[in-house]
């Protein structure tokens, strides 16, 4: 799987759109990008992923650089529930999504 | 529909020691991965089941072992216990092994004392 890297926190005011950067440069074509969210003591939640193309679901939205080199999880209108850890993970398509490589993530902390 | 449920969720035990943890995936999941996630190292995969057999394994020694039941109910055991494994121990469940998206479960605390 291609090496991540995330800024390790990050704040962001409650109400305001929360941009969480990722950079995974030596991506593959057959790479996705997944997003995953962990609240203090709970297990990792899944946000998002994508290949190419942007992504937006009920949580999250995914913008993938046009080389794919990069992305970015926008949560549109940040929360104090959405304080804790995101993880940018990159995983091959046609090989087991159960084995998910986890880096140390971005502390997002919300303030009010 | 109930979630991955985790038990017990806290456990204390020795050094020496050997443990057992559960893990009963969501209804209708087929596929069961184990992680461990310490301060230092973060969250590191373990191993994963897929229909009673094991289908990939992260490198951890072979203290290290788990398996799953037909129901798809899985167990991690971990035995002679150093004080190095202390961790919360982590399971997620897929619904099937094309599956991408993976629900996690509260987690195991375990303390070796």
């Known amino acids: 799987d291609a090496k991540t890297t995330q800024p390790p926190s990050m704040d962001c005011a409650e109400g305001r759109a929360a941009n969480l950067p990722c950079n995974h440069s030596t991506i593959s074509g057959n790479e996705y990008v997944y997003w995953y969210r962990q609240i203090h003591s709970q297990g990792p939640q899944y946000i998002i992923h994508?290949?190419?193309n942007n992504e937006t679901n009920e949580m999250a939205s995914l913008i993938i650089t046009e080389d794919r080199k990069s992305s970015t999880l926008i949560l549109p209108h940040a929360t104090l529930r959405d304080t804790a850890v995101y993880y940018c993970i990159v995983r091959a398509g046609g090989t087991s999504y159960g084995k998910l490589t986890f880096g140390q993530g971005t502390i997002l902390t919300v303030h009010p | 529909k109930a979630g991955v449920t985790q038990t017990p969720r806290y456990l204390i035990k020795t050094r020496g020691q050997q443990v057992t943890l559960s893990c009963s995936p969501i209804?209708?999941?087929?596929?069961v991965s184990w992680y461990q996630q310490t301060p230092g190292q973060g969250l590191q995969f373990l191993f994963e089941y897929f229909s009673e057999t094991q289908r990939n394994k992260g490198n951890f020694p072979g203290r290290f072992s788990g398996r799953q039941f037909s129901n798809s109910r899985s167990e991690m055991n971990v035995s002679t216990l150093e004080l190095g494994d202390s961790a919360l121990y982590l399971c997620?469940?897929?619904?099937?092994?094309?599956?991408?998206?993976?629900?996690f479960g509260q987690g195991t605390r375990l303390t070796v004392v």
């Open positions: 209804s209708g999941h087929r596929s």
């Open positions: 997620a469940s897929r619904q099937d092994w094309g599956s991408t998206e993976a629900f």
């Open positions: 994508g290949l190419k």
